[in-house]
């Protein structure tokens, strides 16, 4: 019997002990909570008031909303951020799963900042299009359409260091798109041309005959 008051009493002290912790993690989740849906809403509105959806996808109701989108990464980089502050150590003592969850809130921002230089080469590289298509000159559909691939491959380029992709793979993929749409070209032109080929031999032919 005595056994069975001591495992309670020493339950009881520890329970009396962590008891200040447990609330500490919970004013440090009402806290990120707050905060995180603060932070959310003021990039959210930020990003409406840039039309930043209208100049992405050229239309104010986007099937998927970059504006919402954003701000839902920013707001749960927060709450993230003070989930691992209360799993700490020094509050809760769950270090290992701390940790994890740091990894996952230290990788949000370069997930941000690729983004970011994505969707700035995407809507610089619409704009200079746009602005080559209205002089109506000869090639400039073409032209403004190499020059969008060109930013926006810069942009990709550029960004996935940022995620820790190689910048050698994108080179790798740009050759690849490169060689395809060369040979789709050389296929084309010589379906194409087959029959003004083959006539402009027989003139030839003809010619060297005579």
Do not use: C
């Not at 100049?55 to 986007?62: A, C, D, M, R």
């Not at 402009?200 to 005959?209: E, T, V």
């Amino acid at each position: 019997m005595s056994d069975v008051v001591s495992v309670l009493s020493s339950i009881g002290v520890q329970s009396v002990a962590f008891l200040p912790n447990l609330i500490s993690a919970i004013i440090i989740l009402i806290i990120g909570l707050v905060l995180g849906k603060i932070l959310g809403r003021v990039i959210k509105e930020v990003l409406v008031r840039i039309k930043l959806d209208y100049y992405v996808t050229e239309t104010h109701k986007p099937i998927i909303s970059l504006s919402n989108l954003f701000a839902l990464v920013v707001r749960w980089w927060v709450y993230l951020a003070f989930i691992g502050a209360a799993l700490s150590r020094e509050i809760l003592g769950i270090p290992a799963l701390a940790s994890w969850i740091g990894q996952i809130t230290s990788f949000i921002p370069n997930i941000i900042g690729a983004s970011a230089i994505v969707v700035v080469g995407y809507i610089l590289g619409e704009y200079l299009k746009a602005q080559l298509m209205k002089t109506k000159q000869t090639y400039a559909t073409l032209v403004g359409k190499v020059l969008f691939f060109f930013i926006l491959y810069v942009a990709i380029a550029l960004a996935l260091p940022i995620l820790g992709v190689p910048s050698a793979l994108v080179s790798n993929i740009l050759l690849i798109i490169i060689g395809s749409v060369g040979v789709g070209i050389a296929i084309a032109l010589g379906l194409g041309l087959k029959d003004a080929v083959a006539d402009i031999s027989k003139r030839y032919a003809k010619k060297m005959k005579v």
